[in-house]
């Protein structure tokens, strides 16, 4: 299967980076390799989209920022999931295995 | 986030532009920084590492404008709220400009009054036109 290095839509962007910052705070390019290490290396993250969609998400209210020192004591900025962010990782899943489901039906139907 | 709080920092984002495109700036040279110390980790040069680096950020003036952009916009995203926004600005100019009008002009404190009434209106105006 070749990698989808792009053209992932906005919506699955904004689950993916919501997921990816379930288990704790990440910074932006924690965040492109958590999503490529639990989508088993299939999805690569452009950083042209991921900025973006982070500051996107933080003007939502469903993540927050602050500055912090990484593992490699350098400044670097973590976000972390609001208790709105968690709310909505909860109904984008469930819209997604909604629709996933719906199209695989229709791609099974003779 | 609350209301107040977008608020309060669409106002001081669209204050301070240039403190947000620093910040802006340091976590994208963070990432790109992150990505050449792992191109060394896989053996590359650190010459070669940085140029890969930064070639596969992409444009880094681009990303880093739109995440300006994002972060010093209209943080409502519910017309309802706009227009109510809309409507405050409107309803702030109209009275200062009636105060400024009904002040007698012909004391310093009047004359003042009249500049810090203009002031209001100036800042009503480039805030009402940002919005465009």
Same mark, same amino acid.
């Given at each position: 299967m070749s990698k989808a290095k792009a053209g992932i839509l906005q919506g699955t962007l904004d689950m993916l980076i919501l997921k990816a910052l379930f288990p704790g705070p990440l910074h932006g390019y924690g965040i492109g390799q958590r999503i490529a290490q639990i989508s088993g290396d299939e999805l690569k993250i452009e950083e042209g989209s991921l900025y973006p969609g982070l500051y996107r998400l933080e003007r939502r209210g469903w993540i927050e920022s602050e500055w912090d020192v990484s593992a490699n004591n350098q400044r670097a900025k973590f976000y972390k999931l609001t208790r709105s962010g968690r709310k909505q990782l909860i109904i984008e899943e469930q819209n997604w295995e909604r629709l996933a489901t719906a199209t695989m039906k229709a791609l099974r139907a003779n | 986030m609350s209301r107040v709080k977008d608020t309060v920092n669409f106002i001081h984002a669209w204050q301070h532009p240039e403190e947000i495109a620093d910040e802006v700036d340091a976590e994208l040279r963070f990432h790109v920084q992150m990505r050449t110390n792992a191109n060394i980790e896989k053996g590359m040069a650190p010459h070669e590492a940085q140029l890969a680096a930064r070639e596969s950020f992409g444009d880094f003036d681009q990303i880093k404008a739109s995440c300006c952009e994002i972060k010093r916009g *209209?943080? *409502?995203?519910?017309k309802r709220v706009r227009m109510g926004f809309y409507i405050a600005i409107a309803c702030l100019a109209g009275g200062v400009a009636l105060v400024a009008v009904n002040?007698? !002009? !012909?004391n310093l404190f009047g004359i003042l009054w009249q500049l810090v009434a203009i002031a209001v209106l100036m800042r009503a105006f480039l805030i009402g036109r940002r919005k465009q």
């Open positions: - | *209209f943080p *409502f995203d519910s002040l007698p !002009h !012909h």
